[in-house]
């Protein structure tokens, strides 16, 4: 089964283990343990209540399993209880913990967990310092990261294992010099993963002469090109976005579809709609992403109509739409005005495809209301989306202040802004936003008010910004 698993076959994985469990066979720790590794959620729990059935939940190795099975899909509170129940931790159990923690998006949390570990005189692990280096990441903890590598090296331990992860770290605080370093004095050790990492940090950075440097000293991979192609598409990069076309069309990696997916963001964010159109269409195999990226180009250039065409293009090639693909559609209905579309996008939702709208939905929708002056709509929602458990998060009461706005609701804007600066107080955003509501209704005091707020918080509205890409310069700008 093991060797089964390891080779991604599911299905003669579960065909053994049905076979051992038909057969009477004596189930314990190291026959579960490779089936919990079957990705299928619904299979997972039903080994789990297995194992609680015949007594082969209580060994070490059988807990670590289940917590990172309900780890890997979501399930971080079953994880948790998990954990709890094991009798005797090993550094792998603490592990796993540790990663799920940072693997939901909890740094605080997973620093607790490491505490703890110290507190329990634990032996930390390659493993446990790389996530700790993905927490202090998250934290946006600088110090806190140069710590870890300090342990690193006073441990002596592995960096051909921590390579990545220290790589990973020093390029998201923009500190390439140091990710070089760590990269030259590895000498012969270093892997793809390794360049694959700081491939995409240089290019994330702008520092593409040290990105082609390392791209020229390996065979390219698909890997490299889509986290290369990532941060153009993030840099809006166009020119270093084409080159790295021409790389993938020459090594015959157009024939990726996760590759040729952020290629068609990366067009699309650069404002080249027809360059991603064309691309779209020569894709040999187009998933869900391929057209939710399709109908997001469109829909954030104002081409509400196309969107809605490649919609009902997708649901003809019998593709179902997903949670995602309903937010990209109703942006779209919102940046074109289209109000009637947007709501039966939103209504199509649970009664055609049984899928229950989230506060993303919401808030697009009532984005598109308020846009339309549909302001009575807009707070008929709003009760139904309470009605219905979903808390308000800050993009909800974002889009109620500017239907609020934009429709000269004084009384209920001035609720959602009670709960958005409740929810976010040490955003600027928030406090520039709720002043453009207050001048747009003629409180000129309030306005002034609530600048002498963001003075006394110390709090500074964002500069905007544009970038302008120059590929040949001559002389000086």
């Known amino acids: 089964m093991a060797s089964y698993i390891r080779r991604g076959n599911a299905a003669a994985t579960l065909s053994v283990f049905q076979g051992i469990h038909r057969a009477g066979s004596h189930i314990d720790s190291y026959t579960l343990t ?37 780890s890997k899909y979501g399930q971080l509170g ?46 930390l692990s390659e ?55 760590i990269f030259q004095s590895l000498n012969w050790e270093k892997d793809d993963a390794m360049r694959n990492s700081l491939i995409s940090g240089c290019v994330r950075n702008r520092r593409y002469k040290e990105a082609f440097m390392i791209m020229r000293s390996m065979r390219p991979n698909v890997v490299a090109l889509t986290s290369a192609l990532a941060a153009c598409s993030k840099n809006s990069d166009l020119w270093v976005g084409k080159q790295i076309h021409c790389v993938a069309i020459r090594f015959g990696f157009t024939f990726d579809t996760q590759l040729c997916n952020v290629l068609l963001d990366m067009y699309a964010k650069c404002g080249k709609i027809w360059n991603a159109r064309s691309l779209f269409d020569r894709m ?95 707070w008929g929602v709003f009760n139904h989306m309470v009605k219905n458990q979903i808390e308000p998060t800050a993009a909800v009461w974002i889009a109620i202040l500017n239907a609020c706005s934009l429709n000269l609701d004084v009384s209920r804007g001035e609720f959602a802004a009670k709960n958005l600066l409740e929810l976010e107080p040490n955003k600027p955003g928030n406090y520039v936003l709720l002043s453009n509501f207050y001048a747009a209704v003629g409180k000129w005091d309030s306005v002034n008010e609530l600048r002498s707020i963001m003075r006394d918080k110390g709090l500074v509205k964002e500069i905007g910004n544009s970038w302008v890409t120059v590929v040949h310069c001559h002389g000086n700008i």
């Open 127 to 181: 493993f446990t310092l790389c996530s700790l280096l993905k927490a202090c990441t998250l934290l946006k903890a600088f110090q806190q990261g140069k710590q870890v590598h300090a342990m690193v090296v006073v441990m002596g331990r592995d960096l051909v294992v921590l390579g990545t992860a220290l790589i990973d770290f020093y390029t998201n605080f923009e500190y390439i010099e140091e990710a070089m370093e």
């Open 284 to 378: 040999h195999k187009k998933s869900v992403v391929s057209w939710t990226s399709m109908i997001d180009a469109y829909g954030s250039h104002g081409h509400g109509l196309e969107a809605l065409d490649m919609f009902r293009k997708m649901k003809v090639n019998n593709i179902p739409p997903n949670l995602v693909m309903f937010i990209a559609v109703l942006s779209a209905c919102a940046h074109s005005g289209m109000v009637e579309e947007g709501r039966e996008c939103f209504n199509s939702m649970k009664e055609i495809y049984g899928l229950d709208p989230g506060f993303e939905h919401y808030a697009c929708f009532i984005d598109i209301l308020g846009r339309a002056g549909q302001i009575e709509e807009v």
């Open 78 to 123: 079953c994880s948790v209880r998990v954990f709890q129940e094991v009798g005797f931790k090993d550094v792998v159990t603490w592990n796993t913990m540790l990663s799920s923690f940072v693997r939901h998006g909890l740094p605080e949390e997973a620093l607790a967990v490491f505490r703890e570990m110290q507190k329990e005189g634990v032996w």
């Open 34 to 70: 490779p089936v919990l590794a079957v990705p299928d959620p619904v299979c997972g729990k039903q080994v789990h209540a297995l194992a609680i059935k015949t007594g082969s939940d209580t060994p070490t190795i059988t807990k670590t399993a289940l917590m990172h099975m309900y």
